[in-house]
């Protein structure tokens, strides 16, 4: 059984960091599709950054590219999340999602489609 479970959120000043955690269960991160999202008040869902286990390539969605980086820890079963120069635009709740890898099939590029999710930890960034 897969279970994921966020920890980190904490409220911050703009400019400042945090680092995201999430255990992993129930899964090999060689199996599986792995992504952090990010749900803000009012807004819908959204992808964050995601890493694909076929070709180990890592997205990053256009408003993070350069500021967050996103690693898996095998031997922990640990992922992370790590977010530099925060801007009030980065609150939100962050969620970890996993998704079975099949074969050479894409990672699922919409939200909706991700099996397993986390409760969520809230970022808060004030200015």
């Known amino acids: 059984q897969v279970q994921l479970v966020e920890s980190g959120g904490d409220s911050v000043q703009a400019g400042g960091s945090l680092r995201l955690s999430c255990e992993a269960s129930?899964?090999?991160?060689?199996?599986?599709?792995m992504t952090w999202n990010r749900q803000a008040p009012g807004k819908e869902r959204e992808l964050v950054a995601r890493?694909?286990?076929?070709?180990?390539?890592?997205f990053y969605a256009d408003p993070v590219k350069g500021r967050f980086t996103f690693s898996l820890d095998d031997t922990k079963h640990m992922m992370y999340l790590q977010m530099n120069r925060l801007n009030p635009e980065d609150s939100a709740l962050y969620y970890c999602?996993?998704?079975?890898?099949?074969?050479?099939?894409?990672?699922?590029?919409?939200?909706?489609?991700?099996?397993?999710w986390g409760q969520g930890t809230q970022v808060t960034v004030s200015s």
């Open positions: 999602a996993a998704d079975l890898a099949v074969g050479h099939i894409p990672c699922p590029r919409s939200v909706a489609d991700w099996h397993y």
């Open positions: 129930g899964l090999e991160f060689s199996n599986y599709c």
């Open positions: 890493i694909d286990p076929d070709d180990d390539i890592t």
